[in-house]
């Protein structure tokens, strides 16, 4: 588990407050949760505020991955970032290709591990990405220029277009994209590994 701190108070801001002054931290170095529990016949009710350190996590990321590599036998260079409170890893390793694995399904079934981790050790909801050796950021380069291509013909002939079926991260990525093209929409349609994105024009 990844520790937390907690405190009580009469007002939430306080509370807030305490934690930060105690733990010498701001609020963009740390996660925190309120609770308020009510108060029983004549007591009054208290603010439960909950803290997690970035910091923390950090640490936590960093030691799981070092735990891998020695299990492994092999070198493993974790650059670790928060970005609008998520984690961006970027491992560089003696065997990129073997942790990539085809087609990325190393590197997936990898990003799954440690989120499903990450999960277990916090009541927090932090959210964690990862790369390797780049090869995520490359693959997405690589996406957004055939889904703008994509997006282009669909403009010029009004004929809507299926994408291949992708993950959850993958559609969101290309939603992203159309978003940003003006008389452009997507849609996803299809259940479960077939849930795929169709991009269309917008109806006037």
Do not use: W
Request: net charge neutral; glycine share 6%; proline share 1%.
């Amino acid at each position: 588990m990844i520790k937390t701190y907690k405190y009580q108070g009469k007002t939430e801001e306080d509370t807030i407050e305490q934690g930060l002054s105690e733990l010498k931290v701001t609020k963009d170095q740390c996660f925190y949760q309120t609770n308020y529990e009510q108060g029983k016949l004549f007591k009054s009710g208290k603010y439960q505020v909950e803290i997690l350190l970035k910091s923390d996590v950090e640490k936590f990321l960093k030691d799981y991955f070092n735990e891998l590599a020695q299990k492994m036998n092999i070198e493993v260079n974790a650059i670790i970032t928060c970005e609008d409170n998520n984690f961006n890893i970027e491992l560089d390793t003696s065997v990129n290709n073997v942790l990539i694995g085809k087609e990325g399904k190393n590197l997936h079934a990898l990003l799954t591990l440690i989120r499903q981790t990450v999960h277990a050790a916090t009541p927090f909801g932090i959210k964690v990405s990862l790369d390797i050796s780049g090869y995520r950021k490359r693959q997405f380069q690589v996406l957004e220029n055939e889904v703008r291509k994509i997006a282009e013909e669909v403009a010029k002939t009004g004929i809507e277009a299926a994408l291949d079926p992708m993950n959850s991260y993958e559609r969101r990525f290309v939603h992203s994209i159309i978003s940003t093209i003006k008389g452009i929409c997507t849609k996803s349609v299809g259940e479960g590994r077939e849930r795929h994105i169709i991009i269309e024009k917008e109806e006037n």
